[in-house]
């Protein structure tokens, strides 16, 4: 599923939003968040604290393009403040442990279009690389995120109950 087809089915509030968010993003926010822990327990209660906040604080409710990118960036930020919290810091990452573009993209880049600018490079290649980059950390961790229980217990909508909307 494509990840306009998500936005808009965020922008509907169809429950499945968040099923077809998981399919596609699960594995790189584990894998985003394993390299700054280095812990597989750790890594995955941060990692599901950082999905579950994407819901029930709606942080993708604004987003119009772009949703890899604000989704891979509030992965890196909350585990990140989680580390904090617990008074955990995390090693100094590597330049190729976490990805180039990827790596600017949540700390020093807003746009694919920046990080371009800051590799020197077409924004054409900055793109390719950010792709490549993205299924690289998909494959890290397939299949090892969550258990399948846990995965629907996180993935229930609450959009008839919520107060909100």
């Known amino acids: 599923m494509s990840d306009i087809d998500i936005i808009q089915m965020l922008v509907e509030k169809n429950p499945k ?8 993003y699960s594995a790189a926010m584990f894998t985003i968040t394993y390299k700054l822990v280095g812990d597989n327990s750790i ?3 941060i990692f599901i604290d950082a999905f579950v906040e994407l819901h029930e604080k709606k ?3 604004n987003v119009t393009k772009g949703l890899c990118i604000h989704v ?4 890196y930020n909350f585990a990140l403040a989680e580390l904090e919290k617990k008074g955990i810091y995390p ?6 442990s976490l990805c180039e573009v990827i790596d600017l ?3 020093k880049c807003l746009t694919i279009k920046q990080v371009a600018y800051r590799l020197s490079i077409t924004e054409a290649a900055a ?5 490549g ?5 998909r494959n890290q961790k397939r299949n090892t995120v969550c258990k399948e229980d846990q995965q629907t217990k996180l993935l229930e909508a609450d959009y008839d109950n919520s107060s909100d909307s």
């Open 17 to 24: 939003a968040f099923e077809h968010l998981y399919d596609k």
């Open 43 to 45: 890594a995955e209660k």
């Open 59 to 61: 942080i993708l409710a």
């Open 72 to 75: 891979l960036r509030h992965t």
């Open 91 to 96: 090693p100094a990452i590597k330049q190729d």
């Open 105 to 107: 993209l949540c700390t």
């Open 127 to 131: 793109i390719k690389k950010f792709q």
């Open 133 to 137: 980059e993205f299924q690289w950390l």
